[in-house]
């Protein structure tokens, strides 16, 4: 691992302590294993062996980066043609432009595939509260950096995050805990600096060491699998989506390396005899063979052996294994999708061809179907009240027009892995000609409008024509 790899330091967990919060149960130990599977510098990729002169050494194994493979698969067809919404017009057309406008969609892709990898990831209001103006964006937080304060059954509703900042040119940690006040009844963001181990005075950074978000929703949202926590009872972070997949990764990759060894050991070679070998004369004077250039690795000086016939080239071609190797490293791809929710033939390296509609594949990909909506349910909910709370926070600091209680904001999935959109557009306007689904619900259901702007554009007593 690397030298610069991030912990939270004691005087970090000293200050939660102070707070009169206690820490969550360590999971850190997981976490880097995770982390060491998802980077492929677990030790297991280390293969250690003895040589000739009977001292041990390490080879590297190949590998696939079959953990990152999992999660950046997940996070695409999770959140690549995600969207947002929200029943009130106002606040539906803000939330919309400032998630386009700041890059929001690719920010939440990366969290989940990090969240994904080491069970838990996070996301929080940041504000940067100016005199001239002030503005709020969303950061994304690695679960190394999540500290979870107030959590139960229902989840996390009080979390701090701990992170490196930069100070004048010094590295300093930061933390910044997201507390419900019982007072205002409303979210604070306490930020708290070090430098060297040793507080900074919120002045000399310019930074509000108690800021009232004036919001009564959570600033936060913690990003999680659905898959249950078995490694650690009664924790608020969760597993690794590749938790129970490692044995097959270990195969996969043992298999990989595999097929290379066997294509790179047993190549053909040819062997020449001294006959066959041109030589000159060097500067020295002593005569030396002319190299064949880069070819040179795959030709060899003859030996006589009863098995070659003296003054004639002989090929070493042995047969290679590689068709049964390959059936282990497909057995391993199978294994790999099934235990990572995505169904035995998702990885398969022999398909014809990748997903299409759900159409075509339901009957083989009902786990991909099940295990995605599960994955939605269990990201949507925080991440909506998240933005909900964006939304009211950018109203009361950022004089963005907003209707004052404005309707929550909902997350919109992309569903054309699991149900076919074309097929169902066709029908909804089917029934729409029936008369038997107002006009106005083709416009909120596939093109993420507000009830109000879908009547407005689409009111019942317009005509339907042939391409709507």
């Given at each position: 691992?690397a030298?610069n790899?991030?912990?939270?330091?004691?005087?970090?967990?000293?200050?939660?302590?102070?707070?009169?919060?206690?820490?969550?149960?360590?999971?850190?130990?997981?976490?880097?294993?995770?982390?060491?599977w998802?980077?492929a510098?677990?030790?297991?990729y280390?293969?250690?062996?003895?040589?000739?002169?009977?001292?041990?050494?390490?080879?590297r194994?190949?590998?696939?980066?079959p953990?990152?493979?999992?999660?950046r698969?997940?996070a695409?067809?999770i959140?690549n043609?995600?969207?947002?919404r929200?029943?009130?017009?106002r606040?539906?057309?803000?939330?919309?432009?400032?998630?386009?406008?700041?890059?929001f969609?690719?920010?939440?892709?990366?969290?989940?595939?990090?969240?994904?990898?080491?069970?838990?990831g996070?996301?929080?209001?940041?504000?940067?509260?100016?005199?001239?103006?002030?503005?709020?964006r969303?950061r994304?937080?690695?679960?190394?950096?999540?500290?979870?304060?107030t959590?139960?059954?229902?989840?996390?509703t009080?979390?701090?995050?701990c992170?490196?900042v930069?100070?004048?040119g010094?590295?300093?940690?930061?933390?910044?805990?997201?507390?419900?006040d019982?007072?205002?009844?409303?979210?604070?963001?306490?930020?708290k600096v070090?430098?060297?181990?040793?507080?900074?005075?919120?002045?000399a950074?310019?930074?509000?060491a108690?800021?009232?978000?004036?919001?009564?929703?959570p600033?936060?949202?913690?990003?999680?699998?659905?898959?249950d926590?078995t490694?650690?009872?009664t924790?608020?972070?969760?597993?690794?989506v590749f938790?129970?997949?490692?044995?097959?990764?270990?195969?996969?990759?043992?298999?990989?390396?595999a097929?290379?060894d066997?294509?790179?050991?047993?190549?053909?070679?040819?062997?020449l005899?001294?006959?066959?070998i041109?030589v000159?004369?060097?500067?020295?004077?002593t005569?030396?063979?002319?190299?064949?250039?880069?070819?040179?690795?795959?030709?060899?000086?003859?030996?006589?052996?009863?098995?070659?016939?003296?003054?004639?080239?002989?090929?070493?071609?042995?047969?290679?294994?590689?068709?049964?190797?390959?059936?282990?490293?497909?057995d391993?791809c199978?294994?790999?999708?099934?235990?990572?929710?995505?169904?035995?033939?998702?990885?398969?390296?022999?398909?014809?061809?990748?997903?299409?509609?759900?159409?075509?594949?339901?009957?083989?990909?009902s786990?991909?179907?099940r295990?995605?909506?599960?994955?939605?349910?269990?990201?949507?909910?925080?991440?909506?009240?998240?933005?909900t709370?964006?939304?009211?926070?950018?109203?009361?600091?950022?004089?963005?027009?907003?209707?004052?209680?404005?309707?929550p904001?909902?997350?919109?999935?992309?569903?054309?892995i699991?149900?076919?959109?074309?097929?169902e557009?066709?029908?909804?306007?089917t029934?729409?000609s029936?008369?038997?689904?107002?006009?106005?619900?083709?416009?909120?259901?596939?093109?993420?409008?507000s009830?109000?702007?879908?009547?407005?554009?689409?009111?019942?007593?317009?005509?339907?024509?042939?391409?709507?």
């Amino acid at each position: 691992m690397a030298d610069n790899r991030f912990e939270v330091p004691a005087y970090v967990r000293a200050e939660v302590a102070r707070r009169g919060y206690a820490m969550p149960p360590d999971m850190s130990e997981h976490v880097e294993r995770w982390y060491q599977w998802y980077t492929a510098s677990h030790p297991f990729y280390d293969d250690p062996y003895v040589g000739v002169d009977g001292k041990r050494h390490k080879r590297r194994k190949l590998s696939l980066r079959p953990a990152r493979r999992v999660c950046r698969e997940w996070a695409s067809l999770i959140a690549n043609e995600m969207a947002v919404r929200s029943d009130s017009p106002r606040a539906n057309a803000w939330v919309r432009s400032w998630c386009s406008r700041t890059g929001f969609y690719t920010l939440f892709q990366r969290g989940v595939e990090r969240a994904f990898a080491m069970g838990t990831g996070a996301m929080a209001l940041w504000f940067d509260v100016r005199d001239e103006a002030t503005s709020v964006r969303v950061r994304r937080y690695d679960a190394k950096m999540v500290i979870p304060l107030t959590w139960d059954e229902d989840g996390t509703t009080e979390c701090a995050f701990c992170t490196r900042v930069t100070v004048q040119g010094k590295q300093a940690v930061q933390l910044q805990v997201h507390a419900l006040d019982r007072e205002t009844g409303t979210y604070h963001v306490a930020t708290k600096v070090w430098r060297d181990g040793v507080p900074v005075p919120p002045d000399a950074l310019g930074i509000i060491a108690d800021f009232d978000t004036g919001c009564a929703s959570p600033t936060f949202c913690l990003l999680s699998p659905a898959i249950d926590n078995t490694v650690q009872d009664t924790s608020p972070y969760g597993v690794s989506v590749f938790e129970d997949a490692v044995d097959a990764m270990r195969m996969l990759d043992t298999a990989w390396t595999a097929l290379y060894d066997e294509t790179d050991l047993l190549r053909a070679v040819l062997m020449l005899p001294d006959t066959m070998i041109d030589v000159r004369r060097g500067p020295d004077g002593t005569r030396r063979a002319v190299p064949f250039g880069e070819r040179e690795q795959r030709l060899y000086r003859l030996v006589d052996s009863p098995v070659t016939e003296a003054g004639k080239p002989y090929a070493f071609a042995p047969a290679m294994r590689t068709a049964s190797i390959h059936e282990v490293y497909a057995d391993a791809c199978a294994a790999l999708g099934d235990e990572c929710g995505f169904g035995s033939q998702y990885f398969q390296p022999d398909k014809s061809g990748g997903l299409k509609t759900a159409t075509e594949v339901s009957a083989d990909n009902s786990a991909l179907m099940r295990n995605i909506r599960n994955h939605e349910n269990a990201l949507g909910r925080g991440l909506g009240l998240l933005l909900t709370s964006l939304v009211e926070c950018a109203r009361l600091h950022c004089a963005a027009d907003v209707e004052e209680g404005a309707a929550p904001v909902e997350v919109i999935w992309d569903d054309s892995i699991i149900t076919d959109t074309s097929a169902e557009k066709a029908q909804m306007l089917t029934e729409i000609s029936a008369g038997i689904v107002p006009r106005w619900m083709y416009l909120a259901r596939f093109y993420g409008m507000s009830e109000e702007e879908a009547r407005t554009l689409a009111p019942e007593e317009a005509v339907l024509d042939a391409g709507f």
